[in-house]
């Protein structure tokens, strides 16, 4: 079959240190499994500020849409924090999920073999986590309606927190379906004893629920979800919820796994296209010191071979490798707290280590892609 092609956007910070390493590890995959890759590089965030003045070039969004997936690195920093909310870097990233119709955003929180100490929370709490936040990409708070205005008594803003029936129908299945397939149990995660919204939410996943007899679907408030998920995060499988909701949902739950640096995201829409990008920013705090955890990158490379491709044995592969790698002991400096004695790795060290587990792995001639 022909080529698949990968829209590859660094961005800012830590995205290009840890992008880079993602690339490498797909082209072993490529020389591994057979299957042939194609990249085109384009600009976005606060370098395509300052080289072309906008955030999101028009010929950026162009070579998504040409392409079958897309794999980004993180935008944003200090240095266009002061800029005027249409040329933020941030605004690019919401421009395309919005453009590319990518209302699902899938955030697994697994356990890695190893890192049992390295969580800031017990290991007893820990065990048995698998789970993964659905969050609604493309509505809410994020997408509604802004505005700021003088008045006498000073300054007003406003965001307004919106959904359509549908755009809760749609991303609430993709969770049923999700749970199909897991442990069946799906937690909506809403504010409906305020929210207007979180009613009509939560009356639409009741719907949705009929249709999925085998799945339980059980309601939670957003407050008691924060606190659920660092008390008894095992009992959790798909977590479903509004836009705003997931984003911090998902930063709380990077303390289950032990980094942020551990966790992959998958934007999807109606088909098989899809944007890969790690859950965290671009880390302005250790950018350019080649020491970003470069794993939540190379976990959202394998979701791109799973979800857009259809790879599933190399999508398997990288997985495996980056869990192995972290089982034998080796570290970026995020998962290394003080008095543990680790192998210290930097970014390019985590990923060649990745390629080599990968080059060792078996494949049976038959799973081969081609
Ligand atoms: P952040 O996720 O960039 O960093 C939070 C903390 O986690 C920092 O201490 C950082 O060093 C650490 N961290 C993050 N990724 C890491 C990795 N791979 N390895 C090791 N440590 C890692 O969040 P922030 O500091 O709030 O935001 C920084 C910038 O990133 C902001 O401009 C924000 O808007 C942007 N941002 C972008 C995205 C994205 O592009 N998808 C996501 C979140 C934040
Ligand atoms: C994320 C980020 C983005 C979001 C920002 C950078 C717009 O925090 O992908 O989680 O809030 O969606
Ligand atoms: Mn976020």
């Known amino acids: 079959s022909r080529a698949k092609k990968v829209a590859v956007l660094p961005g800012d910070g830590i995205g290009p240190e840890i992008v880079e390493q993602a690339v490498r590890v797909l082209h072993q995959v490529e020389k591994k499994f057979g299957c042939s890759l194609e990249f085109s590089y384009g600009m976005i965030g606060g370098g395509a500020i300052d080289r072309a003045g906008t955030p999101l070039p028009d010929e950026t969004l162009q070579l998504c849409k040409q392409c079958d997936a897309v794999l980004l690195g993180a935008v944003g920093g200090p240095a266009w924090d002061h800029y005027p909310p249409e040329i933020r870097p941030e605004k690019a990233l919401l421009q395309l999920r919005k453009e590319l119709g990518l209302f699902s955003n899938l955030r697994p929180v697994m356990q890695f073999d190893g890192l049992e100490s390295s969580s800031a929370l017990r290991p007893e709490v820990i065990k048995d986590v698998d789970l993964v936040v659905v969050r609604e990409l493309t509505g809410g708070i994020y997408f509604g309606e802004k505005t700021r205005i003088n008045t006498p008594d000073g300054e007003v803003a406003s965001d307004l927190l919106i959904y359509h ?5 749609r ?3 993709q969770a049923f379906e999700i749970a199909e397939k897991r442990r069946k149990k799906v937690t ?3 504010k409906a004893n305020v929210l207007e919204s979180s009613r009509l939410w939560r009356k639409v996943a009741e719907k949705v629920s009929q249709e999925y007899p085998d799945v339980t679907l059980e309601h939670m408030l957003v407050d008691n979800c924060a606190m659920q998920i660092v008390q008894r995060p095992s009992t959790f499988d798909v977590l ?7 984003d911090i949902l998902s930063d709380e739950a990077a303390v289950l796994s032990g980094s942020i640096g551990l966790l992959p995201s998958a934007s999807l829409g109606r088909g098989t296209f899809g944007l890969y990008e790690p859950v965290h920013g671009s880390a302005p705090d250790i950018a350019g010191q080649g020491v970003a955890n470069p794993a939540a990158t190379l976990l959202s490379a394998a979701m791109m071979l799973r979800y857009s491709f259809g790879y599933h044995e190399a999508a398997n592969a990288v997985e495996e490798a980056v869990k192995q790698v972290i089982a034998k002991g080796f570290r970026t400096p995020d998962l290394i707290k003080e008095g543990q ?3 210290a790795v930097d970014t390019e060290e985590f990923g060649a280590l990745v390629i080599k587990e990968i080059d060792q792995s078996e494949v049976a001639p038959e799973t081969k892609a081609n």
């Open 188 to 190: 909506s995660v809403d």
């Open 240 to 246: 479903v919820t509004e836009n705003m909701f997931g």
């Open 171 to 173: 991303i609430v299945r």
């Open 165 to 169: 029936e549908y755009e809760v129908e």
């Open 341 to 343: 004695i680790k192998m």
